[in-house]
């Protein structure tokens, strides 16, 4: 069961959170931010996101065998360069252990990424993430019907 509807809650945080969204949408490759989106939500147990965002990325084109690969990146032959080390990158910084970011996982990103592009991905990483921690402690419903 739902405990709490933040958006009605308090509006205004609802935006803010809102406002990076629709920054990350602008500004990070589409495919790239899809990926993103589902490895955070898959790391951080968010059922809610997890079906969000593999749905919307099925709607964008994405393939069935690409989404389910999410989950186990590393040996799946499915991805790039730059989709790997945007994984790589989603994984360290949703971890966030106590070490912080390795430096080959920074220094990989860093050498196919530009250094806006890298921020622009540190800031979908980070959005995502923020999304996962309200649903799952408001417990977001998933829909019923889609």
């Not at 989106?37 to 749905?55: E, I, Q, T």
């Not at 990146?73 to 949703?94: H, I, N, S």
């Not at 890298?118 to 998933?142: E, G, H, K, Q, S």
Request: overall charge negative.
């Amino acid at each position: 069961m739902q405990r709490m509807n933040v958006a009605e809650v308090a509006p205004q945080a609802f935006q803010a959170v809102l406002g990076l969204e629709k920054y990350v949408r602008a500004n990070v490759e589409h495919t790239v931010l899809a990926l993103v989106k589902l490895r955070a939500s898959m790391l951080n147990g968010c059922a809610f996101c997890v079906d969000m965002h593999s749905r919307d990325a099925l709607a964008a084109g994405e393939s069935d065998r690409r989404l389910f690969a999410v989950a186990t990146w590393r040996e799946a032959p499915f991805f790039d360069e730059r989709e790997r080390t945007a994984l790589a990158l989603t994984d360290a910084v949703t971890r966030l252990g106590e070490h912080g970011v390795p430096d080959d996982v920074w220094d990989a990103a860093a050498k196919v990424w530009s250094e806006k592009e890298l921020a622009d991905l540190l800031m979908a990483v980070a959005t995502i993430n923020v999304w996962n921690r309200i649903a799952v402690t408001c417990r977001n419903d998933l829909p019923t019907e889609v």
